[in-house]
């Protein structure tokens, strides 16, 4: 009896802290940046077999593409990998951009940013050479705790976040991944 008190507190303990964690990453997430920075990154997620953005991608671009026309930002970063579908997200969202009237001098492409991490990874050689001292990243809000703080334990600490105002039933799985993810790459290393 008294090991089944314990599991039963320790479940309790856990989907308490999961509830604690999904609310502070929603606000986070939905607590937008309002400063200017060097440049913002724009992570990658499906492109349509048409080579179209997913609606989920388009407002990911559309939100960094405001940031660019408000000026808040001066370089795009576009970062994704090669989807199932056979086109590279960086430069199908390099492609959005254009068509919207951003030069190809503020953007620069990664088409090996495959997962949060290697975004991470591959943006800050690229935040050096554009001797970038302020960040923003641009994802859906439930993802933006779980990348600044990947940014920060790779040394780069001012960083702000931005989310298009887009949901999705899907977001409910997303938020609930997010929980162990965040941890699994806390914990890593």
Known sequence: MHLRRLALYALLCL???????????????????????????????????????????????????????????KTLIVSGGLGREGFYEGSKMRDYLRQQ????????VDNYGDDTRQTVVNTLPILDSLHARRLLVVSQYYHLTRTKMLFRRAGWPPVGSVSPVYFELRDLYSLAREFPAYYQQLLAE
């Open 101 to 108: 009237g951003v030069p190809d001098s503020a953007i620069v």
């Open 15 to 73: 989907i308490s802290w999961g509830l604690a964690h999904s609310a502070f990453v929603v606000v986070d997430g939905l607590t937008g940046s309002r400063e200017s920075a060097d440049a913002a990154v724009v992570l990658g997620n499906t492109v349509n077999r048409d080579g179209t953005l997913s609606e989920r991608l388009r407002q990911r671009v559309a939100c960094g593409l405001r940031l660019y026309q408000a000026g808040r930002v």
